[in-house]
């Protein structure tokens, strides 16, 4: 029987089934490391706007970091991508063009 809360997504060459449990474990792991995981947020009432972004580093088991952003509207779980980076500072580099982005765009922290 399938699960309605998970969704499935591509990390890489892997499939990988990824649901609210999921998020929170890859969130708290995100929480291990010395950056603190990214939280965003965009409101604009007259528009019915309520946006998320998130942005968190983390190691995989193959010794590489992967960058996982998940987007979407206020009260929903959003989507989900994951991109892997040999080096943790190409993947810093990508987080922080990501943010300059969205704050430019109207995102602030929560």
């Known amino acids: 029987m399938a699960d309605n809360l998970g969704s499935k997504t591509k990390a890489g060459s892997l499939d990988v089934d990824f649901n609210y449990v ?11 490391r010395e950056l603190e995981p990214l939280y965003l947020r965009r409101v604009d009432k007259s528009r019915n706007m309520r ?10 088991l193959f010794g590489e ?3 996982v952003r998940n ?3 206020v009260g929903t ?18 987080l922080n063009r990501i943010e300059r982005s969205k704050r ?6 929560c």
């Open 22 to 32: 999921g998020e929170m474990m890859w969130f708290a792991r995100c929480r291990t």
């Open 51 to 60: 946006r998320f972004y998130k942005l968190c580093l983390a190691p995989t």
């Open 65 to 67: 970091v992967m960058l």
């Open 71 to 73: 987007w979407g509207r």
């Open 77 to 94: 779980n959003g989507q989900v991508k994951f991109e892997t980076f040999e080096a943790a500072e190409d993947a810093e580099k990508v």
């Open 104 to 109: 430019r765009r109207g995102y602030v922290d």
